[in-house]
């Protein structure tokens, strides 16, 4: 099975991105599946909203993550418990989270499970996606060998390591968060897929989608800034496709994809 | 000269305890300059507003110190450049940061210095207060060798490094931004006085002024939190006095304080 | 019951401290349970060794506790399974980490159970002290009423918040970690003592233990550095003693302790 | 003038990669001037000696940058005073630190200016890179407009920040760091070349150059380790090269460069 994954989308062009090259995109790639990280994808930058969550369904996306933003618009805590297909981090605390972090979506027959994790170096005190994930893993292993992870992290060597550490025993994982696309898709010597960060779809010319003034700025001044979303300029659709055999799960190929708006046409 | 410091004011319940008890305190203990962390000072605990400033002012404080929090209500950049009476860390960038980190008060005929200077570990990447301090004491002394600096830092390693490092060049280092006052004032062996966190000023039953169930869900939950101050309950005054020799700088006493409402009257 | 706890003992002087000083100590704070952080207890200031575990044992130390220099001496791996009394942090991740996280001491009778736990802001990524400790505490309570734990943190506003949570359901929470002992020894609402540092025990007049060198010199040119523990000068031995009801668990006093050892012959 | 850059280089390996390669590669791309950072060159995989930069520089490199592992040899402070290509990030304590953070290439009578710097987001305490190399550039524009920048870096934001902030005054900026090559090569909108991060040059089948199972564990059980670089399996170069016209400084042309040796022969 092909499953498509795509980067970060931030704000209103990010979801418009989506709306409008995804179909395209699909048309060429031809995915059975495809997930997108939906994190940053309000018109804030932080967090998603139901209405935006139904437009991406809408458009042909199977499967929303997310990641530290997640909560960011905190309508989430309404709705997430009701999405079938919006899921959150599995590694934030067992007790106090709603949502869940991941499922299982059809593929002709063939079940694909959807995982999503975050990391912790630099980042929040999330529980140890390590351990989850290798209890997790072994539980689905009961219904499926295929499974995608998408691994919300910023320290390039706690991806690699997670990737490493679950070689064999999961199909792919693909990073997120640092909204920068890594040169280094390739297959692990277990047969797992792996590439470090995806990359971020919705504004090429900010600052990882932002107005590149208030980011420079905070740098600056050392003075706390609210970042706002680029609205203007050349919108980019990141991401990688990987396919993946239904019975060993292993992954057979991955290719990054990074395609501004006036190449898609 | 005595100098009282009175660490972080917190809200709402903070300036009430400076308006209502730090005059008789100051009957008590008899300050000739009495210096207040004032960065916690709004209704919200961060940042602070002129006219708070001013109502410190007129209950008898000679100088307001701030920290991390400085900016954090921007109404500053309207005032700061204005109010002859109220510092900011030193450290922070100098081409783009409005406001002074020093000022110099006259005491019976002598100057008293009084520095602010914030940490690196664990915080916001300003200038190097090390070099910095050390930089500006050399320049202070042609005028004076009375020298107070309210070093805003989270860990004790840096407070009491900077203190060491300045040791017998400037009178007095106290600590801020814990809001938990430490047991360990004391003066060093070239004759500068110390004490690692002064602690806080304001609602004495919440999580450092704040209303604890927030902040508690905060650690449970790893979501994003908006603290509320504590407006209940009783109020504390946190601080220390400093008795400097006006000749040599030299601290000759430090004591802590720390004095609930219901002690003071 | 009543509990003497002493905070970091450090290098060598902070052994000979726990040796010459802690029975005296005893005599005249007269605990039935003695417990002392041993995490920087080598002659190089990190980790443990099996000889001072035992040489504090003989001194009339009944646990030892630990923190993040659990491992830095790494014999530790070979005896922590067969040390009876000697704890570390049990939110180290479970499937990974030898030794265990509590210990059960029998007073008179009653028995008190000690735990170790460590702080995740600003420091290693454990696994989550806040379930952890609901869930051990739920099952200790089965056996007892009276706890007490060693939360080794570097944030104030985390050790006060794991206090405060816990605040009914443990006999008392004492921090350790930043060598410098607070003024806030205090009981919360439900009668939980609270202590958010107990302070370091060795060489008095260093950084933290450590030789003022060094680590003022790595602040001025940030660059790797070993630090050496001060050999010289005044020891220090720093902690707290508390009295429990042995029936509720409460804890009825709290006080800290902190001597040189001039002052204790 | 065309500059290859190649990013930091690992170990034995690494070194080896140089020897053997670097003269192919120059051979196929024609650079004018090849810098290769060299923070990870010894065996350790942390800092470099002075026998490996004199390797390197027969190898046919012109200026070797390092980073944050600058001083993990510490024979460096030996012998960084004497080494007229060996840079070190600019923005270490100006009082403190020996060495230079920038050269002069004489390029065929134009002159390059090859500056290190150091992000401080997730890392040292560094002084202000922003300010810094502000003040640098406007200096060296005296002499030259070819400026070109190994930022050594850990986030994104910051790389993409400076580069932003520098856009029209320097010729490129390139990341090192994440020892990951990311995707996004391309001139900025006032002609600065930029690409996140080169990569790492030494064992492809590694951590990020060490060896797997030591970095898993330091996952896995959050105790200190010792990472060991990898010796085995295939090689990787990886970096870029940049086409600038000497007259502007501008970029006309940027390029990652990623190979492995059995596709280099
Ligand atoms: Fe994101
Ligand atoms: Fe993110
Ligand atoms: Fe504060
Ligand atoms: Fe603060
Ligand atoms: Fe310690
Ligand atoms: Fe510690
Ligand atoms: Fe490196
Ligand atoms: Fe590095």
């Not at 059975?32 to 018109?43: C, I, K, L, P, R």
């Not at 932080?46 to 905190?74: E, P, Q």
């Not at 997430?80 to 981090?89: A, G, N, S, V």
């Not at 001044?221 to 970042?227: H, K, V």
Request: some cysteine.
């Amino acid at each position: 099975m092909r499953v498509l994954f795509i980067g970060d989308v931030v704000g209103n062009m990010g979801v418009h991105m989506i709306e409008s090259y995804l179909p395209k995109l699909k048309q060429e790639i031809k995915p059975q599946v495809t997930v997108v990280n939906g994190e940053n994808a309000t018109s804030m930058g932080r967090g998603i909203t139901l209405s935006i969550y139904k437009r991406m369904m809408s458009a042909g996306v199977d499967v929303v993550t997310l990641g530290n933003h997640a909560w960011s618009n905190n309508e989430i805590l309404d709705f997430i418990d009701d999405t079938k297909r919006l899921i959150r981090p599995y590694n934030f605390p067992k007790r106090t989270t709603p949502g869940k972090g991941y499922t299982m979506v059809n593929v002709n027959g063939s079940q694909l499970a959807v995982l999503n994790f975050q990391g912790r170096v630099f980042m929040d005190n999330l529980d140890d996606p390590f351990a989850l994930a290798d209890e997790l893993v072994t539980e689905i292993h009961k219904t499926t060998n295929c499974i995608f992870m998408d691994f919300h992290a910023e320290a390039t060597s706690e991806k690699l390591a997670i990737a490493r550490y679950l070689d064999g025993k999961i199909s792919a994982v693909v990073g997120t968060h640092t909204h920068v696309q890594t040169n280094d898709a390739r297959i692990l010597p277990q047969k797992t897929g792996f590439l470090t960060d995806a990359g971020m779809t919705g504004p090429a010319d900010g600052m990882l989608g932002m107005k590149p003034e208030s980011v420079i700025n905070r740098f600056l001044n050392q003075r706390p800034a609210r970042f706002e979303v680029l609205e203007t300029g050349r919108g980019i659709i990141s991401g990688c496709y990987i396919d993946i055999d239904s019975k060993t799960g292993h992954t057979t190929h991955i290719k990054t994809v990074m395609l501004s708006d006036d190449q898609i046409n």
